[in-house]
């Protein structure tokens, strides 16, 4: 087997010391390339290339999920075609590893790439499905590029935490979940539409909804983790359906503080509810307008200011080594 394995050098989990022997372990099973990441964009690069040969079949990423995101994007730069582009691995190196865990595998890199190795002796794999999203032909975004997600996306409000986490991040401030804390409470005291949102969705064959402050795109569940508990935004979301969608019509502190509450005791049979929560389950095709810019995220990463973003769920997208 030829694998390619992409190595992010700034994943926050992972020392050199490690990299080295996760290197060694997989070279020892298969034959390897190994190539650290120089630049943004740059796993997307490695990965497309790799999916471009004829002899590439195996794509690992080592790295956070920002750097999956990027492998996959790379790999389905021309399309899903499972049984034809090299299948993905994952050792997690991020922060969160929210598509690795998803996906059943530990968190740790060591055990994580035991767990791989086991895996393609008994070649157990699955086929996942996946999220994409493009810019809304006739609107100010439509010329935006289409771009896979893994586990998730925001429009509004979690997407400017982001943003907010990120311009920490460039200051030199590690990534903790408390920083996440801190910044999620800063975006909702300066929220300017708290009280009414900007956002409506539309999708095929159903009315719009509008004034949503908030929306949340799950691939899949949990949709993110605060440490070791998993936080459930839509239960039901899944690598095998398309997409779910929770959004909130209000901000106030008290709706606030219950969707808070119920995020934090959320688990795999119940999630948020309540009057001014929309949950929508395995949604093929829908796309969030705005009447104002709002912020943009897909897998953790913010992509700036977007008024309109068209969705799709595409089922069997990709094979994962499981």
Known sequence: MRALLVVNPAATTTSARTRDVLIHALASEMKLEAV??????????????????DDMDLVVALGGDGTVNEVVNGLLHHGPDPERLPRLAVVPGGSTNVFARALGLPNDAVEATG???????????????????????????????????????GFGFDAGVIGRVEQHRERGKRSTHALYVRQAFRQFVNEPHRRRGKITLERPGAEPVSDLALSIVCNTAPWTYLGNRPVYASPDASFDTALDVLALSRLSTPAVARYATQLLTSSPERGPRGKHALRLHDVTDFTLHSKVPLPFQMDGDHLGLRTSVTFTGVRRALRVIV
């Open 115 to 153: 767990a791989i190795l086991d895996a393609l002796r008994d070649r157990t794999e699955r086929t996942v499905g996946l999220g994409l999203a493009a810019g809304t032909p006739g609107t100010d975004d439509e010329g935006v590029p289409s771009r896979w997600f893994t586990f998730c996306a």
């Open 36 to 53: 650290t990441t120089e630049y943004r964009g740059h796993a997307r690069d490695l990965a497309r290339r790799a999916a471009e040969s």
